[in-house]
């Protein structure tokens, strides 16, 4: 079936640096999300990409659906320590153009000040 | 309350107890979801419901039997669970299904951290 693989599995980095995290899949999806989640909540939506070749930012966020529908990116600038969370994507795929979701297993990001 | 809660946040059970999960939201959605999601898994989906009728049922055992008596509320009974089925299991609404090239925003409740004995 299809599968998501998100990388990285986690990241520590300085405060004020740059992140850079993607997922891939070897099926073509119509629809990327990017989503956050923080200890103890749900994941909270980031940015939702329709369109290959799409670039949306959303503040320091920028998510870039790939042009072979295959893979998208999220990048984040200046990283502080509020940043800190596990990162997911997710995709709806086609054909089916139902209300499935695949997720990635997610980035674990730690910003240390 | 606002967005989505759930209840209990833990709940702790034996393989012979039966439990349920409480969702409830207070945004006027008419798509409710459940997921489950394990350590170092994907969130997986489980049920579907839109105007509190079951539209996606992803081949979950049926030792998990999901109820939706109004669409601000959704619920999932547990009984004879093993101990696999300890995760986190998150609610979600939309305002409708998404679709093709349209997607509803899904709105995550905290949580519910079940552990089966």
């Known amino acids: 079936g299809q599968q998501l693989n998100q990388s990285p599995q986690s990241m520590f980095i300085q405060e004020g640096e740059d992140v850079s995290m993607n997922c891939t899949s070897s099926?073509?999806?119509?629809?990327w999300l990017w989503y956050k989640q923080e200890p103890g909540e749900g994941p909270v939506l980031l940015i939702a990409l329709y369109k290959a070749g799409e670039l949306t930012s959303n503040g320091r966020l920028t998510a870039q659906f790939g042009i072979t529908r295959k893979d998208s990116f999220l990048n984040i600038s200046a990283s502080i320590p509020s940043d800190v969370g596990i990162y997911f994507c997710a995709g709806q795929f086609l054909p089916s153009g139902t209300y499935k979701y695949i997720f990635g297993t997610g980035t674990r990001l730690k910003v240390l000040a | 309350e606002t967005g989505v809660t759930q209840t209990p946040r833990h709940l702790v059970m034996g393989m012979t107890n039966k439990k349920s999960l409480k969702c409830e939201q207070h945004l006027g959605h008419n798509a409710m979801y459940w997921y489950k999601q394990s350590a170092k898994k994907p969130l997986e989906l489980m049920f579907v419901?839109?105007?509190?009728?079951?539209?996606e049922n992803n081949s979950v055992p049926s030792r998990f039997s999901p109820e939706c008596p109004n669409s601000s509320h959704l619920f999932l009974h547990l009984h004879t669970l093993q101990p696999e089925d300890s995760a986190l299991y998150l609610c979600a609404s939309s305002q409708d299904l998404p679709r093709l090239a349209a997607y509803n925003e899904q709105f995550f409740g905290p949580g519910t951290r079940l552990t089966v004995l």
């Open positions: 099926s073509i999806f119509n629809t």
């Open positions: 419901y839109s105007l509190e009728e079951r539209v």
